[in-house]
């Protein structure tokens, strides 16, 4: 099983920066063996994906809309997980959530193949 818990949020102009976190707690399997994700909700809207990285960090993949602002990454020794969000947008408000896949290799952008979700923090970027 693992724990998930997001923090970071907050509240940025646009054009400004913000770095996601994500703690992990895994119990049995290491935190090695999953793929994460970071995914958004804006209200009546979708949950959408935004980026994921692969068991090691070696691949990565974004939604079009953030690609050049946005970066994951992971440490596995910290079992942490990271978005560091540049160059932000009004419309990248939203609630972010991290998410694990469980024995994951590839970052897929699937939400339904991830096993396990923080509780999300909120992002918000005024014009």
């Known amino acids: 099983q693992v724990q998930l818990v997001e923090s970071g949020g907050g509240l940025v102009q646009a054009g400004g920066s913000l770095r996601l976190s994500c703690a992990a707690s895994?119990?049995?399997?290491?935190?090695?063996?999953?793929?994460m994700g970071w995914f958004r909700q804006a209200p009546g809207k979708d949950r959408e994906f935004v980026a994921a990285?692969?068991?090691?960090?070696?691949?990565?993949s974004y939604r079009d809309s953030v690609k050049g602002r946005f970066t994951i990454s992971r440490d596995n020794a910290k079992k942490m997980v990271y978005l560091q969000m540049d160059r932000l947008k009004p419309d990248d408000t939203a609630v972010y959530y991290c998410?694990?896949?469980?024995?994951?290799?590839?970052?897929?952008?699937?939400?339904?193949?991830?096993?396990?979700w923080g509780q999300g923090t909120q992002v918000t970027v005024s014009s």
């Open positions: 990285i692969s068991w090691n960090g070696g691949e990565t």
């Open positions: 895994v119990s049995g399997r290491t935190f090695n063996n999953y793929a």
């Open positions: 998410a694990a896949d469980n024995y994951g290799v590839a970052p897929t952008m699937d939400s339904e193949e991830y096993d396990y």
